[in-house]
């Protein structure tokens, strides 16, 4: 069952998104936008991130969803009223204009997911002579194979499957990891030099330090 | 099954790995292999392999009995440097037959000790500096070895030879995921050192493992072996493995204090329960009979029980901090040597380091020089019966590893003290 969180502070608007994505077969959560991102009873189901986050007309929320790497993979939509357009919302969310009809709903959800890359559609991702082939875990740089380590393949799958974003090391161990490891966070500076160690001077340097922040990925 | 299994399973298909090697290690370190074909691969992974756990005591072997490889699929590699079919390892766990942790395992020694860390809210990471020889594998193994750049007759090709060592040990490392920071020729002739970057310790000793092996590798294909002998030559300086200790509480480097000052009041109390221990630990810092040649001669390994910001003598020295630089705070052990079981060795030295704090040891003054200080065990004799007697020893590692490993030394010194040597003729044949 595909979860949807919906962070509203106004309930009777939330309750029509709720009721407009069930239609579409998810199951629908309305998070009272109290400043957390996570269902207050994080029981089992809520502790996994949901398949769809629908913002009412939140754009804080929106940009801490987006900082936040629990939420990576997860397509955010921002629902903003008509007579709120004014030229300042965010260029970076997929927008949802009520009134608004199923289909149009599904489209834009559709939309959603493709902007966090793609990467899950195609396959496989191409950055210069990097190919990395998330189906069979083979990663070459031109065309020569290179062997990873588990751990080491899905912080290099995570970060080229999202390009451009600067993720703390916390967020990389919470989501690659997803337990707290032996080296705490310094595990993650140890794996991203087995990377770079690995790809060679062609490639080490697009696994940027941001400094004090942590590690971005530059296509 | 676990994802990083199916990793393993998927990556060994679609890279044609024929066979896999499960690496574990005997008490006293010395790297073990059992190779599994692709085809067997799953099962492996999913019931763990039989095998007769007495060879996991070394040369004081017992009666037999069954243990089980459990490979751990986050340590799966295809190995770069074997030629002929694709091989990939797996460091193991060894388990009894009802899936239970096996008392003779070093490796779950160690995480046992790690997960007591964790429990603190401390973890560890360690960097390692490693020295070896080269030396020439058609030497007489008769006679002592002749250092390769000194030898004179070698001139014109030793440089190639090295300098290709070098290269191809730093790929090779790297391919297999560990990083260097240097590689560079040591003090004595033919000697090496290459720098391991920190990591968690449990990676540490699985690279060292590897790195051993490697280097070993990569010398056999020039026409060289390598060695990690405590003191090969006389004259000159012995093989280490200093080890870069840092600790950490959350973010908060432990050995460095916000006003600036190392190792800090925490740190110092780590500091404090690694010197309080370091003689009891030396049986396994310090393993053989010939380590204790390493350590006699001084040529900067440490004789004495104590540390220091400055000068290269002391057990541990630990660098002057720089305000603003936490990240680079860090101890300096200095005794081990390169042969040393890694595994054992990070777990003592963390538990050492634990009771310190735990039981708030007081670090005493800094001295560089030797006076007054403790000295460390002599031989491997005495170094074997503090081990025997260390409570540190019998808490962190149980009584079954503590009891195989005494045994191992006993029988080594033993036979040392039964054998009469090059030094014995050459002194006392014609004199006496």
């Keep these: 069952m595909a979860d949807a969180w919906i962070y509203s502070r106004e309930p009777t608007r939330g309750s029509q998104m709720a009721a407009s994505v069930a239609e579409l077969g998810f199951t629908p959560r309305l998070i009272e936008a109290n400043g957390s991102l996570r269902p207050d009873d994080a029981d089992g189901a809520a502790r996994r991130p949901p398949d769809l986050a629908v913002v009412i007309g939140d754009e804080e929320i929106c940009g801490r969803l987006r900082d936040d790497a629990v939420f990576a993979d997860v397509p955010i939509l921002l629902s903003v009223r008509p007579e709120d357009l004014d030229g300042e919302v965010p260029m970076s969310e997929e927008l949802l204009v009520p009134p608004f009809t199923p289909a149009e709903l599904e489209v834009r959800i559709g939309r959603a997911r493709r902007q966090l890359g793609g990467a899950e559609e195609a396959q496989t991702v191409r950055v210069g002579s990097l190919v990395v082939d ?23 799958r995570f970060l080229v499957t999202h ?8 967020a990389l161990l919470n989501r690659v990891w997803g337990y707290d490891y032996y080296g705490g966070a310094r595990t993650v500076d140890v794996h991203v030099r087995r990377l770079r160690a690995k790809l060679g001077a062609e490639h080490a340097n697009r696994i940027r330090t941001v400094r004090g922040v942590g590690y971005r990925f530059d296509r | 099954m676990r994802a990083d299994a199916e ?34 691969l799953e099962p492996a992974l999913l019931e763990g392999v039989g095998l007769d756990g007495s060879a996991i005591e070394a040369r004081a072997r017992g009666s037999e009995r069954d243990v089980y490889a459990w490979p751990d699929p986050s340590s799966f590699q295809v190995l770069p440097w074997a030629e002929g079919p694709r091989v990939a390892r797996m460091c193991c766990d060894l388990r009894m037959p009802d899936g239970s942790p096996f008392a003779g395992d070093s490796r779950q020694a160690l995480c046992r000790v790690l997960d007591q860390a964790a429990e603190l809210g401390l973890t560890l990471q360690v960097g390692c500096e490693l020295e070896f020889f080269l030396f020439d594998e058609s030497q007489d193994p008769g006679r002592p070895p002749v250092p390769l750049d000194n030898g004179g007759y070698f001139d014109l090709t030793v440089q190639d030879v090295v300098s290709d060592f070098g ?46 092996i490697v280097v070993k590798e990569i010398a056999r294909d020039l026409g060289l072996f390598a060695t990690f002998m405590p003191k090969p030559l006389n004259g000159l300086s012995g093989s280490g493995m200093h080890l870069h ?28 329960g690694l010197l ?101 065990p002599g031989d491997l004799g005495e170094a074997t019966e503090l081990f025997d007697g260390s409570e540190l020893a019998r808490d962190t590692l149980g009584d079954t590893l ?4 005494v045994a191992n030394k006993r029988s080594e010194w033993d036979a040392y003290r039964a054998t009469v040597t090059d030094f014995d003729r050459e002194r006392y044949l014609r004199w006496l």
């Design chain 1, 134 to 156: 998330l189906a069979t875990y083979q990663v070459t740089v031109g065309g020569e194979p290179i062997d990873f380590a588990f751990k080491e393949y899905e912080l290099l």
């Design chain 1, 163 to 170: 390009p451009g974003r600067v993720f703390s090391r916390e």
């Design chain 2, 7 to 40: 990793y393993v399973m998927r990556v060994v298909e679609e890279r044609g790995v024929r066979f896999v090697r499960l690496w574990f290690v005997d008490v006293v370190g010395s790297l073990k292999s059992l190779a599994v074909p692709a085809s067997e």
């Design chain 2, 167 to 212: 290269r191809r040990a730093i790929e090779h490392l790297e391919a297999v995921g560990i990083p260097v920071t240097a590689s560079h020729h040591e003090v004595a002739p033919s000697q090496h050192e290459i720098h391991l970057k920190h990591t968690d310790p449990l990676a540490m000793a699985d690279a060292i493992t590897t790195f051993r």
């Design chain 2, 245 to 272: 200790l840092s600790l950490y509480e959350g973010e908060r480097n432990v050995f460095f204090d916000e006003d600036g000052s190392t190792p800090g009041r925490r740190g110092g109390q780590f500091l404090a």
């Design chain 2, 276 to 376: 309080a221990h370091a003689t009891e630990m030396a049986a396994v810092s310090n393993q053989w009979v010939n380590s204790y040649k390493r350590l006699a001669a001084g040529m900067e390994a440490p004789t004495h029980v104590n540390w220091s910001r400055e000068g290269s003598g002391a057990l541990v020295r630990v660098p002057t901090g720089r305000p603003g630089q936490a990240d680079t705070a860090r101890i300096e052990l200095r005794s081990p040597d390169a042969a040393a079981n890694p595994y054992l060795l990070f777990a003592l030295v963390l538990a050492a380091g634990l009771r310190g704090i735990e039981r708030g040891y007081q670090l005493a003054p800094e001295a560089a020089g030797d006076e007054g200080a403790a000295a460390l």
């Design chain 2, 402 to 405: 503590c009891d195989w490993y």
